[in-house]
């Protein structure tokens, strides 16, 4: 695979290469042809697989740097055992294999028996196992690494008063009147009762202890992964009913539907007036912080959309790690987005995520089982969360709605 410098000059070529497709057609003024359309939509396939392939390689550098040991099995010659080197597979070792080779014409297992089953032992053959693990791409969670997260440890619940109502404007009056006295001034409370987030898994401990790479580490980060895109899915998409209410369901308790903006869009896709009058519905207190949140089926609307001077409004991001913009605000992609582009759905959001509160009664925790499962020669791992989220200042955020 290429390294990642690499696949970020290949991207920026493509991308490069799509928008001269497009400015053809826009020199000719005339539509994509059959072949036009073709060959961009292949690009923008390109550009996807470009965009997996990236993650991977950022992702195995995150790993490898994390990575401090290799666990080694428990079956070593006194040489291995001894020794200062890395260690080594005994399996991919000459002495494994022969007798591998001793046991398949004698039956004769001696100290090379890797388990025993119900029906009697068994044996492995000898294999070279690369420290390596092939998985498909994690999911990116954006909310909690820009929301504003509260400890509520040895409380059950976390309030915040809130002023709802500002008081209405004073009265010019003459010298001896005192106007009226307010009606409208109101105040309400936020209030955040954490959840339980948890999930159970069960290893064979043979696994644990024969594998080249360190199992018991790998759950824990799969775990970890497991409930963070949960927790993202709720904070965008939670109804607040025993989980945490998300910033695309409509409440008065988070976010109204007095913040929806559908003005300009059409009722199968987002237009560029539309997003203009969804950024101007923001208050320009909010609009230093604000970030756009949308699906990968809306930003393959949204980078083909141009301004009134035929220039494309997407700003392409040519460095790791740094979102794309669009009027200048950083556009975050996320699987948990509502992605369905259908009369008066939400397809997505813009907003100061500082305004989404987080409560944490227990930070994520697994436990490891060592005894429980012992008779079937298996290490179960738990792992627990606690909180609760929402929304706390509706102002801050505007929701993009279809027409």
């Known amino acids: 695979m290429k390294k990642l410098q690499e696949l970020l000059q290949d991207r920026a070529k493509l991308i490069a290469d799509a928008r001269s497709v497009l400015d053809t057609a826009e020199t000719e003024k005339r539509d994509l042809n059959a ?76 100290d090379l028996v890797q388990g025993t089953s119900s029906q009697g032992g068994f044996l492995v053959p000898s294999e070279k196992f690369i420290n390596e693990l092939i998985q498909a791409v994690d999911n990116q969670v954006h909310i909690r690494g820009r929301a504003r997260k509260f400890s509520v440890a040895g409380a059950q619940s976390l309030g915040a008063p809130s002023l709802d109502a500002d008081p209405a404007d004073p009265t010019w009056v003459s010298e001896i009147s005192y106007g009226s006295y307010d009606t409208t001034m109101a105040f309400g409370k936020r209030q955040l ?18 594998s080249a790479i360190s199992i018991e580490q790998l759950v824990r980060e799969r775990l970890a992964y497991k409930i963070g895109v949960v927790e993202e899915n709720a904070f965008i998409n939670g109804t607040g009913a025993n989980c945490p209410l998300g910033l695309m369901t409509a409440s008065n308790e988070g976010i109204s539907t007095g913040r929806d903006v559908s003005t300009g869009n059409t009722t199968t896709s987002i237009t560029f007036d539309g997003l203009i009058e969804v950024d101007a519905t923001l208050k320009a207190q909010y609009q230093p912080k604000a970030v756009w ?72 925790t697994v436990k490891r089982l060592d005894e429980l499962y012992a008779e079937s020669n298996k290490t179960a791992f738990l792992t627990r969360l606690e909180c609760d989220a929402m929304p706390v200042l509706e102002e801050a955020f505007v929701r993009v709605k279809l027409a």
Not at 59 to 84: F, Y
Not at 193 to 210: E, T, V, Y
Not at 343 to 352: A, E, K, S, W
């Open 293 to 364: 949140l949308f699906s990968r089926t809306a930003i393959k609307q949204l980078r083909k959309l141009k301004d009134g001077e035929g220039q494309y409004i997407w700003e392409q991001s040519v460095q790791a790690g740094v979102p794309s913009v669009i009027l200048g605000k950083p556009v975050l992609v996320s699987e948990y987005c509502p992605a369905t582009f259908t009369t008066g759905l939400y397809v997505g959001l813009l907003g100061d995520l500082d305004f989404f509160w987080i409560a944490d009664a227990m930070p994520f």
């Open 193 to 210: 009762a954490p959840h339980a987030l948890a999930q159970g898994i069960k290893l064979s401990n043979l696994l644990l202890s024969n």
């Open 35 to 110: 072949e036009e359309m073709t060959k961009h939509e292949t690009m923008y396939a390109d550009i996807e697989k470009l965009d997996k392939q990236i993650e991977v390689v950022e992702r195995q550098e995150k790993l490898e740097s994390s990575v401090k040991e290799v666990r080694q099995g428990p079956l070593q010659s006194k040489e291995i055992a001894t020794s200062t080197k890395a260690p080594v597979n005994i399996r991919a070792t000459k002495e494994y294999e022969e007798r591998w080779a001793q046991f398949l014409l004698t039956g004769e297992r001696r």
